[in-house]
């Protein structure tokens, strides 16, 4: 076996092209727990990660509203958005989903 090495930053962006890819398999909403996910519903976007489910409910931490993703596939790829302010926990009501994305990127922690 031979060995290449290669820099932090470079690691890093390997590893996020290799999750671009990345395939989710979600059989029910329980499957979501511990996964980051960008939420779209029919008012508003949110980002975080899913810590539990209750009845119709997601609850997300260190999750943030987002005023405007921007490009979207910017922000789907490279996690890049224009305008959002962290919320903390937050519960989205899964009736008012229209659709969501992994998230493979570090959450927002600044307001931007």
Same mark, same amino acid.
């Given at each position: 076996m031979k060995t290449i090495k290669? #820099?932090?930053e470079t690691y890093e962006k390997i590893k996020e092209q290799l999750n671009e890819n990345e395939v989710v398999d979600i059989t029910n909403f329980d499957?979501?727990?511990?996964?980051k996910f960008l939420f779209r519903t029919v008012t508003y976007h949110v980002v975080g990660q899913v810590i539990k489910r209750l009845g119709n409910f997601l609850v997300l931490s260190s999750a943030s509203w987002?005023?405007? #993703?921007?490009?979207?596939?910017q922000a789907i790829k490279d996690g890049?958005?224009?305008e959002v302010e962290p919320a903390g926990q937050v519960f989205v009501n899964l009736e008012t989903v229209t659709d969501f994305?992994?998230?493979v990127h570090a959450l927002p922690t600044e307001q931007k």
């Open positions: 290669i #820099s932090e499957d979501l727990i511990g996964k987002v005023a405007d #993703s921007g490009r979207f596939m890049t958005l224009n994305y992994p998230w």
